[in-house]
């Protein structure tokens, strides 16, 4: 089981960019990887994932806008976000899955002003 770091959240005004980075302690190539968000009072969701084959998917409230990616020799992912908007402030977690092995990162805050 990997353990995962976020790094790169932090305060934009809206319309603004970020990149968050989830650095994992070992060998990713095999995980299937995601980013959820969390924003007060409410579930965390499922923002973006990336397969072990580089497949990726998106919310409907990010597509166009977010982007994932994963770099294996270098063992982390990350989200690009773009035309960020208030709705987007949430705290946002990386999540490693292999099987039955599930891995979460502490979150990284990401705050939008409108």
């Known amino acids: 089981q990997v353990q995962l770091v976020e790094s790169g959240g932090g305060l934009v005004h809206s319309g603004g960019s970020l990149r968050l980075s989830c650095a994992a302690t070992g060998s990713i190539f095999r995980y299937h990887m995601n980013w959820y968000r969390q924003a007060p009072e409410k579930q965390r969701e499922l923002v973006a994932s990336?397969?072990?084959?580089?497949?990726?998917n998106y919310a409907s409230s990010v597509e166009g806008r977010f982007t994932i990616s994963r770099d294996n020799a270098k063992n982390t992912v990350y989200l690009y976000m773009n035309v960020l908007k208030p709705e987007d402030t949430a705290a946002y977690y990386c999540?490693?899955?292999?099987?039955?092995?599930?891995?979460w990162g502490q979150g990284t805050q990401v705050t939008v002003s409108s």
């Open positions: 990336i397969t072990n084959g580089f497949s990726t």
């Open positions: 999540n490693a899955v292999l099987r039955d092995s599930i891995s």
